[in-house]
């Protein structure tokens, strides 16, 4: 089965250049970029990109070391798509927290290249045991643009007769020096639910900083975040077009010691900034209606 995916991506898309596909150890397939501009790996499952890394720079987004590349799972690490739901289910706990896109198949739909960008569009695949759970007809896609910036466009498309009410999110895994040292700007004055506070609302005055578990969920914002990273001596500009939230996140070390795929060596090397629209800001869709959420990504030193 997979082995025929790889072989249909080859015969589709291996005529370009800067693409190549491979096989994972447990058989799922990794489409791989590489233009001058950069280099990218998305995992066909989920449509996940693992890793970004503009030329001249080190990884943007940021794969766990320890992270398993494991079929049903989503890898610790890069974006994940957390839809249609973001977080717990709201009413059953046995359902997969984030949703089931990013551990569900996808499709490569289209792939072109031009003036060394890359651009790439997957499209979820029918889920096969989801109608009891979600029993509407919305269509999921999401375009790459891989180049000396990196832009994510997910589009949620409703074509069935009645209302959907969406949560969602782009799960970016940032790659920092130290986490203890970088700061956020551009939440300044929103209100957040502190997850690591038993979801009280809270105002954030002045820059995010990290000392301990940081769970946040800020509400109401369309603002562009600043990621400033002293020990890497860069800084990450993270636009956002169609999405209220902004969740800020990172584990702390008790949090990671206790999950397998991060560990207490690795958490200080990453900070999640999601841009989405959750709680108050999820989304309903009416029939036919579209809604696209749209984000950007530019690394400088
Ligand atoms: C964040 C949530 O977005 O994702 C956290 O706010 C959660 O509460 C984290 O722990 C990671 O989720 P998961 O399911 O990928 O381990």
Redesign the pocket.
């Known amino acids: 089965m997979t082995s025929s995916e790889l072989a249909s991506c080859n015969a589709r898309f291996g005529d370009i250049r800067a693409l190549s596909f491979s096989e994972s150890d447990s058989g799922l397939v990794i489409v791989h970029v590489n233009t001058p501009l950069g280099r990218a790996r998305v995992l066909l499952q989920g449509a996940q990109l693992l890793d970004w890394r503009p030329t001249g720079q080190s990884d943007v987004v940021w794969l766990s070391p320890l992270a398993q590349i494991a079929a049903g799972k989503?890898p610790?690490g890069g974006v994940?798509i957390?839809w249609p739901w973001f977080?717990a289910h709201p009413s059953r706990a046995d359902l997969p927290?984030?949703g089931f896109a990013r551990s569900s198949p996808w499709e490569l739909a289209s792939a072109g290249v031009e003036d060394d960008q890359v651009q790439l569009t997957f499209c979820l695949l029918p889920v096969p045991d989801v109608s009891g759970v979600w029993p509407y007809r919305v269509s999921l896609e999401v375009s790459f643009t891989f180049g000396a910036s990196l832009s994510i466009e997910l589009r949620t498309r409703n074509s069935g007769g009645e209302p959907v009410q969406i949560s969602e999110?782009l799960?970016t895994y940032f790659a920092v020096g130290d986490v203890h040292d970088v700061r956020i700007e551009g939440l300044d004055g929103c209100t957040y639910i502190d997850?690591a506070d038993g979801g009280l609302r809270k105002q954030q005055s002045g820059l995010v900083t990290f000392d301990g578990e940081t769970?946040r969920?800020y509400l109401n914002t369309s603002r562009t975040c600043l990621l400033l990273d002293d020990g890497l001596k860069r800084k990450i500009t993270i636009e956002k077009q169609g999405s209220r939230s902004t969740?800020v996140?990172n584990?702390g070390i008790e949090k990671s010691r206790q999950m397998p795929d991060l560990g207490e060596s690795a958490y200080p090397g990453m900070v999640?900034i999601?841009s989405g629209n959750v709680v108050d800001d999820q989304i309903t869709l009416g029939p036919v209606e579209e809604h696209t959420l749209w984000v950007r990504y530019a690394s400088s030193l």
Request: charged share 25%; proline share 12%; hydrophobic share 30%.
């Open positions: 989503s610790r994940p957390c977080g927290a984030h999110a799960h997850k769970d969920a969740i996140w584990p999640c999601e």
